[in-house]
T-cell receptor, first 110, second 114 residues
């Protein structure tokens, strides 16, 4: 059974600092890994999708890396802003479903 | 705009009552999913459907039922057999099932037992 872990569970940083969010998974047989953002009481917004054959994916201030062999992904958010405050979830795609971590809740202090 | 619409946003259920959560997508996706989210936990899969008129149980299907009569619709019924239904329910879709295409989510329905 796929287990996905996100550490730390919560993170507080001053505005302008770079954010580093970690995701680890136990079964390397994945199709892809997806990072999501969730605001309180809202649904999930897809940030980045990394296919299993890719090493990284970038979108604006966001960069995600994938090391499938070691079962790790890292989401980097450059020059954080208060609007980046949210919960960030990673999910790995198996045969028919996504397996999710519990998320990292980020607070960016102005 | 293409997307997934869940309704209602908030739902209250009395003891012993069945309630149905709606999920509609206009993305022309084949596969649809229902997840449950509890505080401090990752999302858990309830049911999924890879094609019309077919659906499969996920990890926590007990006390729930679904139907998939139309490609764009995947309603979830929370039955009285579900003993702890208070949670945030999220519907998702992917272009195809089982191939790892990008997942899109609705805005969720918060269900509370009163």
């Amino acid at each position: 059974k796929q287990e996905v872990t996100q550490i730390p569970a919560a993170l507080s940083v001053p505005e302008g600092e770079n954010l580093v969010l970690n995701c680890s998974f136990t079964d390397s047989a994945i199709y892809n890994l997806q990072w999501f953002r969730q605001d309180p009481g809202k649904g999930l917004t897809s940030l980045l999708l990394i296919q299993s054959s890719q090493r990284e994916q970038t979108s604006g201030r966001l960069n995600a890396s994938l090391d499938k062999s070691s079962g790790r992904s890292t989401l980097y958010i450059a020059a954080s802003q208060p609007g980046d405050s949210a919960t960030y979830l990673c999910a790995v795609s198996g045969d028919y479903k996504l397996s999710f971590g519990a998320g990292t809740t980020v607070t960016v202090r102005a | 705009d293409g997307g997934i619409t869940q309704s209602p946003k908030y739902l209250f259920r009395k003891e012993g009552q069945n309630v149905t959560l709606s999920c509609e997508q206009n993305l022309n996706h084949d596969a649809m999913y229902w997840y449950r989210q509890d505080p401090g936990q990752g999302l858990r899969l309830i049911y999924y459907s890879q094609i019309v008129n077919d659906f499969q149980k996920g990890d926590i299907a007990e006390g729930y039922s679904v139907s998939r009569e139309k490609k764009e619709s995947f309603p979830l019924t929370v039955t009285s057999a579900q003993k702890n239904p208070t949670a945030f329910y999220l519907c998702a879709s992917t272009r195809t099932g089982g191939s790892g295409t990008e997942a899109f989510f609705g805005q969720g329905t918060r269900l509370t037992v009163v």
